[in-house]
């Protein structure tokens, strides 16, 4: 099966927050201009397209991004759709639909659309329900994937989705590019960088169906 890259690419034209780091790529030795190598530097913010959240970000005495366990990322993963809706509550994610045979994957994945073009910032985002998160956390979900910049609401303050996926114990993953996957069962494979001290990290995730 082919595996299917779900990773928006950090170039300088990926939208983000705004006040924050851009994405930024530059040589500052070049083969192309003598040098004996071609060297570059490499500057972003570590919430910029895919990445993880780590505790750190939303809590004064969070662990960070060290602290996220990678293997948590790597396995089972159920694609919702959850395209057209300005709330994702729990008849969103009606996984017995897809499969009622299979039960409810580690990891569940929201494909809103809500954030089409990289390069445009959206405007406004699907609103996630608490109970949502409630109900998952009871299906032992580990990882809340979702293909926007944020799993709350971008004017949001509180940060009150933040707060209780990590209450749960839920891996938060961020700015997917799901456009390309259709809903159902998947393999994913997908590993946060190693950066000691950092409120989060970007990741380069991959999906492929899953073979019954």
Known sequence: MTWID??????????????????????RWSRARGDTVTVGWFQQSLHAGTHCDAPLHFQTDGAAAESLDPTALCGR????DARGRELVDISAIEWQAIGRDQPCPQRVLLRTDAWPDSRTFPA??????????GRLAEAGVQVLG???PSVDPLDC?????????H?????????????QVA???????????????????PV???LRRSVP
């Open 204 to 206: 380069r995730a991959l």
């Open 77 to 80: 993963a159920l694609v919702v």
């Open 183 to 201: 809903p159902g069962h998947y393999d994913m494979l997908a590993l946060p960088m190693l950066i000691p001290g950092a409120d989060g990290t």
């Open 146 to 148: 979702v293909d926007l």
């Open 6 to 27: 779900v990773t928006r690419p950090l170039q300088p034209d990926l939208a983000g927050w705004s006040g924050d780091t851009p994405v930024r790529l530059e040589q």
């Open 157 to 165: 303050s509180l940060l009150a989705n933040h707060h209780a996926l």
């Open 167 to 179: 209450r749960v114990g839920m891996m938060i993953l961020e700015g997917l590019d799901l456009t």
């Open 124 to 133: 406004k985002i699907p609103v996630i329900s608490l109970a949502t998160i």
